[in-house]
């Protein structure tokens, strides 16, 4: 194999493939990445048996088809520590040359024949969504994917289709976070492990375009493809729980709160919230006010708000960093906040739509 290619073009796509690669494996061609080349295309590749990536890029000259495997970290760096401009890389046998300018390095790759094949999926089960869609669909709901659970497929988002809508849903026992957006696909759902979502959510842009995301689905499998880059993962099994029945409870009193001003001032409680020192925030919703209070062994804070609030005074304890992370992924600048009662699930929406709902659980405060 032979090619040379802008040091740039393959320094990125060494860096997403091998986001894929095993650290430590008993099959070292796993602690590698497949360099291809054939007709006219680089495939780089990462695979730890659970989750692949696939980086396709084009050469500025293919010289010689084939294939080899090579350490996913060393020869990263070897490729980032190399002059800008085009590298050449050319392998004999095992052996792997990289050169640029008066630079060279040698390592010695693993035969393509030893690494793993990734599965190929059917394409009977697809849609599509826009790529800053899908983004923002992970980024809202990943925080809440449960990170040790007794049930495993709650260690990911659920993706769940009916009637045209796309549901993401995360839990993770003391709070979830769900985000609907139309699609043109119908009846179906699966759970995407975390790793897969996180790594795939660094390849999407932010920014609006006509891109899409594909998504096809084959028995435990899923593919997410955007142009060049292709991430392949297994789907997490077993009984999700029951979300709607959570957040669908109807409210005896709610609070409508500037997101912003919440969030900054449950922060500042955090200075007394050290690890040491895990104390529930206490907060009184009256008469359109909002009473914030913490007390710990380093000290106590108190803050008020003016909110628009209807019902019942109602005082409610719950831990401020999980009401931060709903406030600042609702990613609106006034929420509904909704309560049954002090020891009940609290519910926080966008005051214009229920394109998004975070669940945040109280605690008894003593």
């Known amino acids: 194999m032979k090619f040379t290619i802008d040091k740039s073009t393959l320094s990125e796509a060494l ?3 091998s986001k894929a690669s095993a650290v430590r494996s008993t099959i070292p061609a796993l602690e590698g990445v497949l360099v291809c080349l054939r007709n006219n295309e680089i495939t780089i590749t990462g695979y730890d048996l659970e989750m692949g990536i696939k980086c396709i890029i084009s050469p500025n000259e293919a010289i010689e088809d084939g294939e080899i495997v090579v350490n996913a970290k060393i020869f990263g760096e070897m490729i980032r520590k190399m002059p800008s401009g085009l590298v050449e890389i050319t392998s004999e046998g095992d052996n792997v040359i990289i050169r640029s300018g008066s630079v060279e390095f040698n390592i010695i790759g693993v035969s393509g024949d030893n690494y793993p094949n990734i599965p190929e999926l059917k394409r009977d089960i697809s849609f599509e969504v826009d790529e800053s869609v899908m983004k923002s669909m992970i980024r809202q709901t990943i925080h809440a994917v449960a990170v040790t659970d007794i049930k495993p497929v709650h260690m990911g988002s659920k993706f769940h289709i009916e009637n045209n809508v796309l549901s993401v849903v995360s839990v993770d026992g003391v709070r979830m976070a769900k985000r609907v957006e139309p699609v043109e696909y119908n009846d179906i759902d699966f759970v995407v492990p975390k790793k897969t979502l ?3 959510m660094k390849m999407l842009s932010d920014e609006p375009n006509d891109k899409k995301i594909t998504v096809c689905i084959d028995r435990n499998q899923i593919c997410f493809s955007k142009e060049d880059y292709i991430i392949i993962s297994r789907l997490l099994e077993g009984n999700f729980i029951d979300y709607e029945k959570i957040m669908n409870f109807e409210e005896k009193s709610s609070a409508v709160v500037n997101a912003l001003e919440f969030s900054t001032a449950l922060d500042r409680t955090l200075v ?9 925030v206490i907060c009184t919703f009256d008469n359109d006010s909002l009473h914030i209070e913490i007390k710990t ?5 108190n803050s008020d708000l003016p909110i628009r609030y209807t019902g019942d005074k109602l005082e409610i304890a719950f831990n401020a960093r999980y009401m931060i992370d709903a406030l600042k992924n609702s990613e609106c600048d006034e929420v509904r906040i909704d309560f049954t009662g002090a020891l009940f699930p609290i519910r926080i929406r966008p005051l214009e739509d229920d394109s998004f709902v975070g669940i945040v659980l109280p605690v008894r405060s003593k």
Request: neutral net charge; contains cysteine; hydrophobic residues 25%.
């Open 297 to 301: 062994s380093i000290g106590k804070m």
């Open 272 to 280: 007394l919230n050290t690890d040491k020192y895990k104390c529930p």
């Open 15 to 17: 860096t997403n493939a």
């Open 198 to 200: 996180d790594e795939f």
